[in-house]
């Protein structure tokens, strides 16, 4: 009897062992797909060149009036240059806000049609869902952009293996995210990202969430508060400026890396 109680508790030890296990491991896994650096999948543009002075603030999950606009009106007084990651169901809804970006001269990135995790589409789905948002990118700023954001940096290789045959270049984030969307202080944001900000660096910032369009809802406005994003990037801005960084867009940061010298050549002829 005491033998067989031991035996049953030996199991139920196994058993928790192998759950804790498997869940560890559903962690680790869960972690290395949404991993901005991680280049398991294929390659992905993590940051720019390390060695030029040059930082590429980008925005996600827009265009959500009037954050969007107020951004836009911070870019432009202090003379910058940024790249948004737009969601296509958002785009077609306030196309002039794309359009508007596009005049400034900031760059414009595909997030996907409704922001979903891209992990859960098949191929037809993943081609649908970029396909739809360059088609609404053109009609608002007749462009096609070649660089896309996946939602939640969710990607593995059949994502990004679709995603390249589509002529896009994958763009993560180097600066650890701010977590901007849970509503931190304007200084709070800058000092996160500030922290990590170096040359080559890419900064993440959310200009909306996830594509949502609050008009159309009720009393859910608080879901795409973004004013704490636009005092962030002021501050964000006139700290780097001041530390002598050039802002950059994304598209600049891609020619910047396809035409930096390698760097034991470089190292080589100093
Ligand atoms: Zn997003």
Not at 20 to 43: D, R
Not at 59 to 77: F, H, K, M, S, W
Not at 199 to 207: M, S, T, V, Y
Request: aromatic share 8%; proline share 5%.
């Amino acid at each position: 009897m005491a033998r067989q109680r031991s035996a049953r508790r030996q199991w139920v030890m196994r058993g928790i062992f192998a759950v804790g296990l498997l869940a560890a491991v559903a962690v680790a896994a869960y972690e290395t797909v949404e991993n901005p650096s991680n280049q398991l999948f294929g390659k992905t543009l993590v940051s720019g060149p390390a060695d030029q002075r040059v930082v590429a603030l980008t925005y996600d999950d827009g265009p959500n009036p009037p954050y969007t606009n107020q951004i836009l009106e911070v870019l432009r007084a202090e003379h910058v240059r940024a790249t948004f990651f737009v969601v296509g169901r958002a785009v077609a809804v306030y196309p002039g806000v794309v359009r508007r970006e596009a005049e400034d001269g900031d760059a414009i990135g595909n997030h996907t049609w409704s922001h979903g995790h891209l992990l859960l589409y098949d191929v037809a789905g993943l081609r649908r869902t970029l396909e739809r948002t360059d088609s609404a990118i053109y009609a608002a700023a007749k462009l096609h952009t070649h660089i896309m954001r996946p939602p939640f940096g969710a990607r593995d290789w059949l994502v990004l293996g679709e995603v390249r045959k589509l002529g896009y270049t994958p763009v993560m984030w180097s600066v650890p995210l701010a977590n901007d969307w849970e509503y931190p202080p304007a200084r709070v944001i800058a000092a996160r990202v500030l922290r990590y900000a170096r040359d080559g660096a890419i900064i993440d910032l959310h200009d909306g969430n996830q594509g949502i369009v609050c008009a159309r809802l009720h009393g859910s406005a608080r879901l795409c508060d973004r004013s704490a994003d636009v005092e962030a990037t002021r501050l964000i801005v006139e700290t780097l400026k001041r530390e002598g960084f050039r802002f950059v867009t994304i598209p600049e940061l891609v020619r910047m890396q396809s035409h930096a010298p390698m760097r034991t050549l470089s190292r080589l002829s100093e």
